[in-house]
């Protein structure tokens, strides 16, 4: 069935590259492609490849999951040569749209994070965003990721909640590895949300932070890891018990706590130097 989406939609597009459709089959519109298009010209190929596949998934014809055919029949389907249509899904790959599963064939991810969190990414480095800014970008948007997920988390997301909060407590003497499971409850929450433009920005400024943070951690007192601990304990609480407005200010709590020391040890880094 999907084959036969992209041979409708190569047929719906035909009058831009030139072509002329015809009704074919499965069977038989291998046969018949060469007579209903002429050839994408090489120039722009890969883009219109990739607006071919964001035009089927606007009309609902591919869904997030989908597999796409194999490169043989999708290159016949698009009538472009396997190479280019190599270099296209290449294009599609490293924008997180789809994904190779040895064995099995390529795939439209389910939930392609990744697109946005790099197009964040590139845009905060483009413009050096500083810790200030950073700090207050997650200022504004956590608490009410902690609010939504206190009203949404599914008792999955809550059970990889807990899952990370123990995780945390086992690795208090392992500053990277505690760190890890910090983010990881952080990134649990925002999925919990589910909102992905929100968590999509808060994952971006998170990696940007990391570094920060990785010294933060290695410098911090028994009693600051305790209280993060205690910090983490309750917004689990909160969600569990689907009350958004304590988690929502829970979390802006936490993160006052947490902006105050990471200012503290940047005014104090010229001292250390």
């Known amino acids: 069935m999907l084959a036969e989406k992209i041979l409708i939609d190569a047929g719906r597009s035909s009058h831009q590259l030139g072509g002329h459709p015809r009704p074919a089959g499965p069977a038989a519109s291998a046969r018949h492609l060469n007579q209903s298009f002429t050839p994408i010209e090489r120039s722009g190929v890969t883009e219109r490849v990739v607006q071919r596949i964001k035009d089927m998934l606007a009309r609902g014809e591919l869904k997030p999951g989908n597999r796409l055919p194999p490169e043989r029949e999708l290159a016949v389907l698009l009538n472009i040569s396997r190479p280019t249509l190599r270099t296209a899904l290449k294009a599609l790959s490293v924008m997180g749209l789809i994904e190779a599963k040895p064995g099995a064939g390529t795939y ?7 697109i946005f969190n790099e197009s964040v990414h590139f845009t905060m ?18 608490p009410g990721l902690a609010e939504l997920a206190a009203g949404r988390a599914s008792v999955e997301a809550m059970q990889v ?3 990370e909060l ?5 690795s208090v003497n392992e500053p ?18 589910d909102n992905q433009v929100l968590s999509g920005i808060i994952n971006a400024v998170a990696q940007m932070l990391f570094p920060i943070r990785r010294q933060m951690m290695e410098r911090a007192t028994a009693s600051e890891v305790t209280e993060t601990i205690d910090d983490h304990e309750r917004l689990y609480q909160a969600v569990r018990g689907r009350n958004p407005r304590w988690a929502k200010a829970l979390m802006a709590s936490h993160l006052r706590t947490a902006e105050q020391v990471w200012l503290r040890e940047e005014s104090a880094e010229p001292d250390r130097a």
Do not use: N, W, Y
């Not at 439209?108 to 990744?114: A, D, G, I, S, W």
């Not at 123990?166 to 086992?170: F, G, P």
């Open 108 to 114: 439209l991810v389910e939930t392609p994070v990744e």
């Open 125 to 142: 480095l483009f413009h050096q965003t500083g810790l200030a800014k950073l700090l207050e970008v997650r200022r504004l948007i956590e």
């Open 161 to 163: 909640m807990a899952q």
């Open 166 to 170: 123990e995780a945390m407590r086992d």
């Open 176 to 193: 990277e590895k505690f760190l890890s499971h910090d983010l990881s409850f952080h990134q649990a929450l925002a999925r919990a949300a």
